[in-house]
């Protein structure tokens, strides 16, 4: 059966072409999936662009997420029909990926649709929406609280950001969002930011412990502002360690780690155990409200068409979350 996707290729450098291409050439796996919906989160467009080295082999298809119909499977707990989630765990990275119409995929990274939610939703949600909740997670377990001051998110506007903002305030913690484009503080406020403040005027100290005024950092964006603002973390406020969009660089003193027991956890979505990613996907379906879809939702796109949006993802000329309509 033939179809379209979205290949990446090395030769002569990295470069993603649309290509036919038959259910044959994918990779290995006990289980073919129809491909509903996809996503271009960050990670795609330095896969797609060339600009990081994210894809283990090549070609591959790119796509780090997938909502779609089991088509075919041996896949033990799978039917033709189900349909299904699969992100992160090397789809995209170490075997071809969701920006295609079909993807075969071993069933041990295959979960099933939550009936609460559509699969439209699900690649809203996507990788940016499941590593917010992740992050999130990972603090709560850690003991934050929303009585400990506000968490500051950056990167706001982008996909992990706007989640992050959007669900701390539905779970009742008050927010700082901060962004590089002025023009986003409507759409964060109506996210339920508390306060929103532009990353170039953000007020950064030199010192190793400043003024404790956040309770915790979920970081997307790294280097200097990372680094700056762990400094402001007060009392045993957790810091959730997710992207690299301003550099991959922290330069960091143990202060606020040994003197106010700030911690500092790392957030891998690719590697989230089964067990886990699977709860944090089902837990999106029992929120109540569930998170505005609608809102952090900027363009649906159809896959001939993903082309132009890798560069526009990584020049930040777009807010809250592409998702990829692949039928
Ligand atoms: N650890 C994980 O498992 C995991 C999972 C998903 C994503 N990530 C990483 O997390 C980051 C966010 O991912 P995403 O999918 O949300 O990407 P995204 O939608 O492109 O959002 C990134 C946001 O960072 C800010 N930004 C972009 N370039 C910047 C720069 N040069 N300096 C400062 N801020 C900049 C922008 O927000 P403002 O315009 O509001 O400033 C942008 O919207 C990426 O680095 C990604 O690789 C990691």
């Not at 400990?148 to 992050?164: H, L, R």
């Not at 068409?305 to 560069?311: L, T």
Request: charged letters at 20%.
């Amino acid at each position: 059966m033939s179809f379209l996707a979205c290949r990446v290729f090395n030769e002569p450098q990295i470069h993603h072409q649309l290509v036919e291409m038959e259910t044959d050439e994918l990779s290995k796996g006990d289980t073919l999936i129809k491909v509903d919906y996809s996503s271009i989160n960050y990670k795609d467009a330095l896969a797609a662009s060339g600009r990081g080295a994210i894809l283990k082999s090549f070609p591959l298809n790119a796509g780090i997420d997938l909502a779609g119909t089991v088509v075919e499977t041996t896949g033990p707990g799978l039917k033709e029909g189900d349909t299904v989630i699969v992100n992160g765990s090397g789809l995209g990275e170490s075997f071809d990926g969701g920006l295609a119409q079909y993807a075969r995929v071993d069933s041990q990274f295959v979960m099933k649709q939550p009936e609460q939610y559509s699969s439209r939703d699900a690649m809203i949600i996507g990788t940016a929406g499941f590593t917010a909740a992740l992050a999130i997670h990972r603090m709560e377990v850690n003991g934050q609280t929303p009585d400990q001051g506000p968490i500051v998110v950056t990167g706001a506007s982008g996909g992990v950001g706007s989640f992050a903002v959007n669900l701390l305030s539905k779970k009742g913690y008050d927010t700082v969002a901060i962004t590089s484009q002025s023009s986003m503080h409507d759409y964060l406020k109506d996210l339920g930011a508390t306060e929103v403040k532009n990353l170039s005027e953000l007020e950064l100290s030199d010192k190793p412990l400043a003024k404790g005024v956040y309770g915790g950092l979920i970081d997307n964006i790294g280097g200097e502002t990372l680094s700056r603002l762990m400094a402001n973390i007060d009392l045993w406020g957790n810091i959730a360690c997710i992207g690299l969009a301003q550099s991959p660089k922290l330069q960091a003193t143990v202060l606020p780690l040994i003197l106010r027991g700030v911690s500092l956890l790392g957030v891998s979505s690719t590697n989230c155990p089964m067990p886990l990613r699977e709860q944090l996907w089902y837990e999106f379906g029992k929120k109540s409200p569930l998170p505005d879809f609608d809102k952090i939702l900027s363009k649906e796109i159809a896959l001939k068409d993903v082309s132009p949006y890798f560069e526009e993802l990584i020049d930040n000329k777009h807010r809250g979350r592409l998702i990829v309509n692949c039928q």
